[in-house]
């Protein structure tokens, strides 16, 4: 009985966590991500005036051919102005070896892409796509969103 209830406030003390706002995932086709396949995720934002940071997570296999990704990113405000962004992250080292969290051959990855304070309250819409040459980039799981208080 002990060992049950340590266990469940062991999980319920990892599972909080008092600075996500939002966290959302969106799985790439096992036959690749198409250039043309762009990811949207939609978050209403109430609190205005407040600092934010956006991060993008990623997990990649053994498929991947890159030691880079290059995304581009198109943040969407509440009032219809929007940021672009070309993103360049790491996901492995000079050697070849997978940066990332994972022990098995899919590495997840947190990449932080934008902090900013957001003065308006409504519905942001955040869309991404890949920017390497392949057109059809294989070796990408997922990819999500993750918004936290700053």
């Known amino acids: 009985m002990n060992k049950f209830i340590i266990l469940l406030l062991s999980v319920l003390f990892i599972s909080c966590d008092s600075t996500r706002l939002f966290e959302e995932y969106s799985s790439i086709n096992r036959k690749g991500w198409h250039i043309d396949s762009i990811k949207t995720f939609d978050y209403y934002f109430l609190n205005p005036n407040s600092k934010m940071k956006f991060y993008i997570g990623l997990r990649n296999n053994n498929e991947f051919l890159y030691s880079n990704l290059y995304l581009f990113s198109k943040l969407t405000f509440p009032d219809g102005n929007y940021r672009l962004d070309t993103l360049n992250f790491m996901l492995a080292n000079k050697n070849g070896k997978w940066l990332g969290n994972g022990i098995s051959e899919i590495k997840y990855n947190l990449f932080e892409f ?28 997922d990819i999500g969103i993750r918004i936290e208080k700053n």
């Open 114 to 141: 934008n902090n900013s304070i957001y003065e308006q309250h409504g519905n942001y819409n955040i869309q991404i796509g890949h920017g390497m040459r392949d057109s059809i980039l294989v070796g990408i799981e």
